[in-house]
């Protein structure tokens, strides 16, 4: 079964494509077609496009779950501090090392 899946990863073979789309109120739309393959045909599609209005003719809704987001390690924790904050590591290190010892977290694992 690895083997089989390894050959298929060797196979591949990529191609450049296009697809049209939209976007309308911040939401992206992709027209129903097959990829194209020729950039000709993607420009005609592109104008004839921009020369029609178009109509939504079905739409689904999905339901999705989305788990909690892990925990911070001491490491991440800093880092996104950085970031976000831009605190160094050491002071990273104090407030929650504050925090820890008024009982307000845990200690990152």
Same mark, same amino acid.
């Given at each position: 079964?690895? %083997?089989?899946?390894?050959?298929? #990863?060797?196979?591949? $073979?990529?191609? /450049?494509?296009? *697809?049209?789309?939209?976007? =309308?109120? @911040? %939401?992206?739309?992709?027209?129903? #077609?097959?990829?194209? $393959?020729?950039? /000709?045909?993607? *420009?005609?599609?592109?104008? =004839?496009? @921009?020369?029609?209005?178009?109509?939504?003719?079905?739409?689904?809704?999905?339901?999705?779950?989305?788990?909690?987001?892990?925990?911070?390690?001491?490491?991440?924790?800093?880092?996104?501090?950085?970031?976000?904050?831009?605190?160094?590591?050491?002071?990273?290190?104090?407030?929650?090392?504050?925090?820890?010892?008024?009982?307000?977290?845990?200690?990152?694992?």
């Amino acid at each position: 079964m690895i %083997v089989a899946r390894q050959k298929e #990863i060797n196979a591949f $073979v990529s191609a /450049e494509y296009w *697809e049209l789309k939209t976007i =309308y109120k @911040k %939401v992206e739309f992709t027209a129903t #077609i097959d990829r194209i $393959v020729q950039v /000709e045909r993607a *420009e005609k599609g592109l104008a =004839y496009i @921009k020369e029609h209005s178009f109509e939504i003719t079905s739409f689904e809704k999905k339901e999705g779950k989305e788990g909690n987001p892990r925990l911070f390690d001491l490491t991440a924790l800093q880092v996104e501090a950085n970031k976000k904050f831009a605190y160094s590591a050491d002071d990273t290190l104090r407030y929650i090392q504050s925090l820890y010892e008024k009982k307000l977290v845990t200690y990152p694992a």
